[in-house]
């Protein structure tokens, strides 16, 4: 690799397993710091960092996000929240009659929010701390919105947890990523052919044929009933976008 970083980049993979070592005030600090460095739309950083610390809070947010029960194991968790929420107060604070938030404003502020969230995941990274986004804090948005206290024009973009990576999740290899030519295109959007798709998941489907192996996956996640909850929750939080 040409430089650290990018080394960083290659090697960092989703940790679900943590050591009982805690993560100390400093690093902490550093990530969340490090966050907030984040590109952002008019430095106006349009998101809520949660730091969940409360262990029954931690529990109830593992369960509601399909019962992935490690994350209450984690030794921090953050919610990461596009807020179109407290600009307005500061538009009002200064007599001023802001209009309601839009599909554009939310939209807007997820991009804020997950940067910030990259930028805190690669800091931690480089600190020898793993990391794994959780984005089934997208589902049970009636229960997510108690737990998290949200108020309107607040949506939790992603989760986020960390600890120190286990040895055996240091060794354990990274998914292999699809190839630059399978992703760029350019100029324009260009449509993969028959030929192009297959050769694409030529190497990725563990033996089995394509097709067998596809329908097994667009089951797993396509047809989940996770995924299908998902879509639910977002029509909820956009309920608030789209008066």
Not at 101 to 118: C, K, M, R, T
Request: hydrophobic share 40%.
């Amino acid at each position: 690799m040409t430089n650290e970083i990018i080394k960083s980049l290659y090697e960092r993979k989703s940790i679900r397993v943590f050591t009982d070592e805690k993560i100390s005030c400093e690093d902490k600090n550093s990530i969340l710091q490090a966050a907030l460095q984040a590109p952002s739309a008019g430095c106006q950083l349009l998101y809520t960092i949660i730091d969940i610390t409360d262990a029954d809070k931690m529990e109830k947010l593992a369960v509601l996000c399909d019962n992935q029960l490690f994350m209450a194991k984690a030794k921090m968790m953050l919610v990461f929240c596009a807020d179109c929420r407290k600009w307005l107060s500061f538009y009002e604070e200064a007599g001023l009659k802001p209009r309601d938030p839009g599909v554009g404003d939310l939209l807007l502020a997820v991009e804020d929010a997950l940067i910030a969230a990259q930028n805190a995941v690669i800091t931690a990274e480089s600190l020898g701390i793993g990391s794994c986004y959780i984005g089934d804090v997208m589902e049970n948005a009636e229960e997510m919105k108690a737990v998290l206290q949200l108020p309107q024009y607040v949506y939790p973009a992603c989760l986020l947890v960390f600890g120190h990576p286990t040895e055996q999740q240091k060794l354990r290899k990274k998914p292999a990523r699809f190839r630059v030519s399978d992703i760029v295109c350019e100029n324009s959007y260009q449509d993969k052919n028959s030929a192009q798709i297959r050769k694409m998941f030529a190497e990725r489907t563990d033996g089995k044929n394509y097709d067998e192996w596809m329908e097994a996956f667009w089951k797993r996640k396509y047809e989940s009933d996770f995924s299908r909850e998902m879509n639910r929750s977002m029509e909820v939080y956009l309920r608030d976008f789209l008066k």
